[in-house]
């Protein structure tokens, strides 16, 4: 397109382009990931699951290699998109829990990292993460990776930095909410999109992490434990 041509275009119509367009680019950069993966990324698309975007997913699985993670957390399972994208990425002896009190869902999880020979790295946890955090054994964790009911994101928060060690990031998916944080607020707005917005303030403010957002599926909060 000329520059002549590009002008055209409002600023706004100008950054939308920009932006399919680059994500474009990348999907066809990107190799695929793994059968198994397009799996259970179709399933969850078809079955009307939640899971992460797949952009989401590369990162999580290029954290896991760049850290060599291995004790990961996850709080929200699903059907175990993410968390087999993390479990493929974690050395072999790693360990990653992962909690969900649907079992319905958790099941499908399970079989997926049963067909990946993962299953004995992953423990489910089929309990509300607010009644396992408080007594959670396991300290000096590598990552968390929090993704559930969005209006307990910062009680998971406050429960987890202790757990990480120093440098440890917690990894944090939906910040920008479709959307809907960066919206203007209204008396409309759900509990979660308040939530989410209140969570943002509090994440990047924290006192124990080395925080950001950034930009990739559906917002991605991630920050480093520092003291």
Known sequence: MSHAAYERFPRGERDKRTAVRDSDYLRRLHRNPSPLLLELEQMGHADDVPIVARDTGRLLSTLVHAMQANRILEIGTAYGYSTLWMALAMPPAGKLWTIDPDTERTSIALEFLERANKADS???MNQPALEVLPTF?????????????????EEYLELTVPLLKRSGLVVVDNLLWDGKSAAEPTSHDSAATRAIRDFNRTFL????????IVPIGDGVGIGSRIE
């Open 205 to 212: 403010n924290h006192p124990q992490l080395d925080a950001t």
């Open 137 to 153: 054994p396991v300290r000096n964790l590598d990552i968390v990776f929090i993704d559930a009911i969005k209006t307990e994101y």
């Open 122 to 124: 992953v423990n489910v």
